[in-house]
């Protein structure tokens, strides 16, 4: 079979090996020019200053680091869980605040959607860098530990952060945690078998007991079983500082606080308008055979109207996760702000911003895989 340059496959394999072939010799061209520099100037490369150790201090940590003696390897790792710690809570925060706000734009009630208007179309015009200024400066000016606001026992409100009580971890409680994750996934069993017996009879089962024995029930049996420990950890002032039970920097909360109030308006615009994108046939339906509108919403329009909301809302989670790299502004210390002292101590500029590249790009990657799957899991299939 003879090809001539009038085919459109033959054209296109050779576009093809040109583009291709121009892209490596562009990187081949970068990467040798940048070693030769780095030669001449006598800077060492490669990630072998990963081992070595780290006079970094940080103030906010996962794990257990000491200065001088923890390596940079494991001080870039808790700065990666640090923006972890802000994103992940930021995206669930967000999501719940923003889809709230999006259906009091919608309320009949014109008071209430007045506000959720006023405060999407007011917050979303600030920059979120001044915004995360205005958090922190807020938080700052708390009383200091020793005149520190006491709203409810073991809670006390400074310009320290927040103190909250915690539960002192004991080996009943991750036991009693994987026999709730057992029962989440017993949950999901017990309703896929109430589906299918709707689906067949047109009557759905009550499923509510057997749901809370699993999710309650369960739990409570194991963590009786192995004794029942439970001590609340309080925390207590001594001298100038708080001792005891778990804290809450005013770098996190201002910097969390900042992002989920930003990201919520964008995420309220994004539900309001898939809401509005179903067809208004459907309230009217529901209305006709007297079903409550809360009810309606939540069975009827939101799983429809997720197809089209599902989509953009990728996009803000991955807004916000990149946005968390304003953290450094405020001093909260995320895997940006590590790297950058990091690079600082050591001279490794390219495997610092290396490794700050693939730290966002592994997020972003999750992030969207993760939303491919769940939106091509409630696209509609044509039978």
């Given at each position: ?14 576009w093809q090996i040109l583009i291709i072939g121009a892209v490596v010799l562009a990187g081949w061209y970068l990467a040798h020019n940048t070693n030769r520099n780095l030669e001449q100037r006598h800077i060492a490369t490669g990630f072998g200053f990963l081992g070595q150790a780290a006079s970094i201090p940080i103030g906010e940590s996962l794990l257990s680091y000491t200065p001088s003696v923890s390596t940079y390897g494991r001080a870039l790792l808790i700065g990666v869980l640090n923006t972890l710690k802000v994103a992940v809570a930021g995206v669930v925060l967000a999501t719940v605040l923003g889809t709230l706000v999006g259906i009091a734009r919608l309320s009949p009630n014109w008071l209430l959607s007045r506000i959720a208007a ?266």
């Amino acid at each position: 079979m003879r090809l001539s340059w009038s085919d459109p496959r033959l054209r296109n394999l050779v576009w093809q090996i040109l583009i291709i072939g121009a892209v490596v010799l562009a990187g081949w061209y970068l990467a040798h020019n940048t070693n030769r520099n780095l030669e001449q100037r006598h800077i060492a490369t490669g990630f072998g200053f990963l081992g070595q150790a780290a006079s970094i201090p940080i103030g906010e940590s996962l794990l257990s680091y000491t200065p001088s003696v923890s390596t940079y390897g494991r001080a870039l790792l808790i700065g990666v869980l640090n923006t972890l710690k802000v994103a992940v809570a930021g995206v669930v925060l967000a999501t719940v605040l923003g889809t709230l706000v999006g259906i009091a734009r919608l309320s009949p009630n014109w008071l209430l959607s007045r506000i959720a208007a006023i405060y999407v179309e007011t917050v979303r015009d600030i920059p979120v860098l001044l915004q995360l200024f205005f958090w922190y400066g807020l938080l700052q000016t708390l009383p200091p530990p020793r005149a520190a606001f006491h709203p409810l026992p073991g809670v006390f409100l400074s310009n320290r952060g927040v103190k909250l009580p915690t539960i002192a971890w004991h080996a009943a409680h991750f036991w009693a945690l994987v026999a709730f994750l057992a029962g989440c996934v017993l949950v999901w069993l017990i309703g896929r078998a109430a589906d299918r017996r709707q689906a067949a009879t047109g009557r759905r089962p009550r499923t509510w007991p057997t749901t809370l024995a699993a999710l309650l029930g369960l739990p409570i049996l194991v963590w009786l079983g192995l004794g029942a420990p439970l001590h609340v950890d309080m925390p207590a002032l001594h001298g100038f500082n708080f001792q005891g039970g778990i804290s809450i920097t005013p770098e996190y909360a201002a910097l969390l606080t900042g992002l989920v109030v930003y990201t919520a308006t964008y995420i309220a615009e994004i539900v309001r308008s898939g809401i509005q994108a179903v067809a208004a046939g459907q309230w009217e339906a529901a209305g006709a055979l007297g079903l409550p509108r809360g009810l309606v919403l939540r069975r009827i329009v939101l799983p429809q109207a997720l197809r089209v909301i599902v989509p953009p809302m990728t996009s803000q989670y991955l807004n916000l996760v990149k946005n968390s790299s304003l953290a450094i502004a405020i001093g909260y210390q995320d895997i940006v702000s590590i790297a950058d002292t990091t690079l600082n101590q050591t001279g490794q500029s390219i495997e610092g911003i290396a490794i700050i590249m693939a730290v966002y790009l592994t997020f972003s990657l999750s992030i969207s895989l993760f939303m491919n799957w769940y939106n091509a899991h409630i696209a509609l299939v044509e039978r």
